[in-house]
């Protein structure tokens, strides 16, 4: 099957039998190598020490002082957070589980960059071996930022950071800046659409981002990221879900919804309650999907059997920023002894 994604640090870790990612010393010597933390020829002699030191032993433990001797003020600070988070991998007993960590106790600590490396790495495992180029373009939205156009009821999809790249000045400039200033709708400019019939290219292009997909209803990349939020689902708990667009909810005893961002979040929130929406907020919402249990037993009791709905919004800056760990904290499961 094709690689992809070979720089989000996926091969440097190790698999245990049940599919978990384990940390390797090779992993954290990565985040040592990044420019962030990299020593620079200004860098002190102090913290040009404490560099070596961990990557002779990136498990070892820093004591207090030795992050004070570091000279630069903007250093101290990146070695705190990167040490900080250094912890949080070697406690776990996986990445999974580190990654479930970080939202258990309601105070996100972890930097935003930090939490979306682990979602792509982890979205990497999960789609070991397949053979659907669709599938690792929509799971990018687990980890990067887009930016939506919605002309004429055709919702596009192209990665913010790739946008505002080209309107700063990148490969197609001009191009790139009629999106983000003009707003022009994506539909209309001349990007690489990923498709069906193109879908093979992605593979050449994994790395670059410069795909825009359609979200609409029944399209192939809309399906795909159906097959990406099952597998999601079935590697955390090993429960099988079956996850299809819909068109819209009309549904009397709608018991359970699940917003992939937090726009979603507050407008299933009012439609749930029967508050009126405005039309200009209810635009926002991209797509819908309803989430079916396989084996109703693996639900809450009091719903089991019951459709759980899915929503995906753009903000009003036309944003898509998913949240994929709402998937996994607010999916009615039954309690597990």
Known sequence: MPDFWRNSGFHLLERSSDGRLSVTDDFLRAYLMRPEIRPVEESGPNEVELHEALLEDP?????????????????????????????????????????????????????????????????????EGCDDPLEPRAG??????????????????????????????????????????????????????????NAQNYWVRDQRHDFVISMNFGRAANKAFCRVVEKWIRHFFGVAVSVA????????????????DAES??????????????????RRMLALFRLDFDDPASMRSDIAGRPVYLALSMDN????????QNLLLNLPLASRA
């Open 245 to 260: 667009p819909l068109r819209s909810i009309e549904d009397r005893n709608w018991a359970w919804h699940i917003g992939l």
């Open 317 to 324: 800056n036309n944003v898509v920023r998913m949240k994929p």
């Open 59 to 127: 498990r070892r433990d820093v004591e207090a002082e030795a992050l004070e001797r570091i000279e630069d003020a903007d250093a101290r600070d990146n070695y705190r957070l990167l040490l900080a988070f250094f912890e949080r991998l070697k406690r776990a007993a996986c990445l999974e589980s580190c990654y479930l960590e970080i939202f258990s106790g309601g105070n996100v600590s972890v930097p935003p960059l930090f939490v979306d490396q682990l979602a792509q790495i982890i979205v990497r495992g999960v789609l």
């Open 140 to 197: 990018e939205l687990f980890f990067r930022e887009q930016k939506a156009g919605t002309d004429d009821g055709v919702v596009m999809l192209a990665d913010l950071e790739t946008v505002e790249m080209r309107a700063s000045g990148g490969s197609l400039g001009n191009l790139g800046r009629l999106i983000v200033e003009a707003q022009a709708p994506l539909a209309t400019v001349n990007l690489d659409v990923l498709d069906t019939e």
């Open 265 to 282: 979040t507050a407008l299933l929130n009012e439609l749930w309650r029967g508050e009126e929406v405005e039309p200009g907020r209810f």
